[in-house]
């Protein structure tokens, strides 16, 4: 990939909702964790056969039991001691064809009487007569439109004789319900902590393998990527694609095998009525279409401006000083309100579309609901259809447009990732520096000595800013890069550690290529010394050491010594454990610089770097720093670039760049000689002297 591709526009294409590849991709680094997710769709799919279960056993408890006594009963001669009615048994039937109808009763209800009428056999529930005296005087019959049946009331504990079946089928279902719902509750725990645990064990893998690879890129990706965006790449496109990996990935199946569950299981109770609530998926489905073409671009506004307010967050915190030394609070405040502005209406505009897709969702489920009352409660009432298959429709109705709902934001989800997904594999595949060399992993060996070669470079295309530059560099002495600024001399620093690599000829240390050594070896031999001093959060110690183990605790205050930094360290109330806040903000520019030199002393590298790192130092601490410098270029290779020509006037060797050329060579006292650009410049910072 080219340098100008590195940088990543904010209007990137997110119109793209699924992409195989894309998807193969992300599956790869799911694929360690196939066993985990293979156990969460077991996991799963049981979890979807309890609540599938729920509506079938109320049903059987509603039209087998509740309402059970509808069927007919066959009597037999009591035993005895047996608890019986007349002396009979009753023992319910399915069909009484096959009877004797002397033997067969039935148990009927007149408000809240219940009766026993023999000879009679119930259709359903509704009855079909009434209760009324016998003529002839010898009790109740049951008056029906043909014939007559001897009836006779039934007190509370024969009623329970005849219904002890019913109520101990109701408890054992009663029981087995309550046992469905804590299996579901304890498989679908297990199986959303897997997921959960999987998903983030991925997303902290994706998160480590991004931040690492950001750390290899090359300096020109960071030209032109503003941290903000990538802080977003980093954060919130991996919590985007957690997201898939938690809800999309695995409960998408759920969501489906519970739709098909339930249009199965309907149109087995009763397909007349499983066809009406099937006849309207066409129109959810429009719905749906309507709602995913709106939503794409609306989602696509949200993700740029979010990426734009972390931008303008990050940038705007990281310039707070400069912001209010001009006194720019209101201009910059005005500027985050617009793009805030932005994010918000386009949030705005996703909340409305939601708010209109879900309950027009949840209309179409209560008018299909209500034509299922319609027809299934008069069906009900009349006797042709039982009570507990209308409720068991209720209720799969209900669970029948949650999947609905929920797919509706698995594809906001979807397309969440797939977006996320395509930037965060765009930073991944912008490629690293180049290949580190493989000569020499031990930064010891190196002795420092260095050559610049008929060196060309440019940061963009052919705008060279060095041209054809070649000097020598002794082990153990000192140079001193000198010329106006855009002369190109950070940039001979940035090509001796190989932040930027050249166009045109070579740079060779101890005679090798720095394109043949080992890029740790390299770097590990140096120690840089800017003139805006980075410090991170941590102690004064830390910062020193820099994470690198092998630095002791002695090491760092004899260090700290050698460069005069021990005097303000120990003056701190935490001494070398003091907490160093952002930046270094409660250090002065001098005390930041001393740090910088004591860190770059524990190191010990035969190769110091110094780029204008006494620029920002008061004449106090430059005495300071000057006392140490002696101390510490002994026996390195030193590299000084300095616009303070009385900092490098005892350096070995003096280079003048001009335009990305050099000019002159020499030490002090020869290049006053000469009289040419660096006497022109040695005269304009002491002409006032």
Known sequence: MSEENLGFNEDENFEKTYDSKLMKRLLTYA???????????????????????????????????????????????????????????????????????????????????AYLVKGYTQTSVKLEGSIKTDPSGKGLILKTKNSGYPARPLNKSEIKLLRHSDISSVQLLGILFIGIIILGFILNYLQISLLSYTSQTIIFNMRMQIFGHIQKLPLSF?????????????????????????????????????????????????????LIVLAVLPIVAVAAGVFRIKVRAIYRTVRVTLARINSAMSENLSGMKIIQIFGKEKENFNQFQEINTSYYKAGIREVVAFGLFRPLNDLIAAICLSAILWFAGGDVLSGALQFGVMFAFVNYITMFFQPIN?????????????????????????????ASGSYLRDCKTLNGDIEFKNVWFAYNNEEWVLRDVSFHVPKGQTIAIVGATGAGKTSIINLINRLYEIQKGDILIDGISVRDIDKKTLRQSMAVVLQDVFLFGGTIKDNIRLNNKSITDD???????????????????????????ERGSTLSAGQRQLLAFARALAFDPSILILDEATANIDTETEALIQDALGKITKNRTTIVIAHRLSTI????????????????????????AKKGMYYNLYNLQYMDT
Do not use: C, W
């Not at 199946?253 to 009763?270: A, E, T, V």
């Not at 397309?415 to 180049?434: G, K």
């Not at 760049?657 to 006053?672: A, P, T």
């Open 555 to 581: 090491k760092i205050v004899a260090a700290s010594k050698h460069v005069n930094a021990d005097k303000f360290i120990e003056k701190l109330d935490e001494g070398y454990d003091e907490e160093v806040r």
């Open 222 to 274: 960071f030209d032109k990527n503003p941290v903000g965006r990538l802080v977003t790449r980093v954060i919130s496109d991996t919590e985007n694609l957690n997201d898939m990996y938690t809800n999309v990935l695995v409960n998408l199946l759920k969501d489906i095998s519970l739709l098909l569950g339930i249009s199965i299981i309907m149109l087995k109770l009763n397909y007349k009525l499983a």
């Open 31 to 113: 694929k360690p964790y196939r066993i985990h997710f293979a156990i969460a769709i077991l996991l799963l799919f049981a979890t979807t056969l309890t609540d599938l279960s729920g509506p079938l056993i109320m049903k059987k408890v509603i039209d087998d039991y509740l309402y059970g006594y509808s069927k007919p009963l066959v009597a037999t001669v009591a035993a005895p001691k047996e608890p019986s009615i007349d002396g009979k048994t009753f023992k319910r039937i399915d069909n009484a064809a096959n009877e004797n109808i002397e033997n067969i009763y039935s148990m009927v209800y007149v408000g809240k009487k």
């Open 406 to 434: 929920d797919l509706s934001e698995k594809y906001n989800i979807l397309q969440s990732s797939m977006a996320s997904s395509e930037r965060i594999f765009l930073i991944l595949d912008t490629p690293s520096e180049e």
């Open 649 to 672: 006037q005892h350096s070995d060797k003096i280079i003048v760049l001009h335009k990305g050329k050099i000019r002159e060579i020499g030490n002090h006292h020869e290049l006053l």
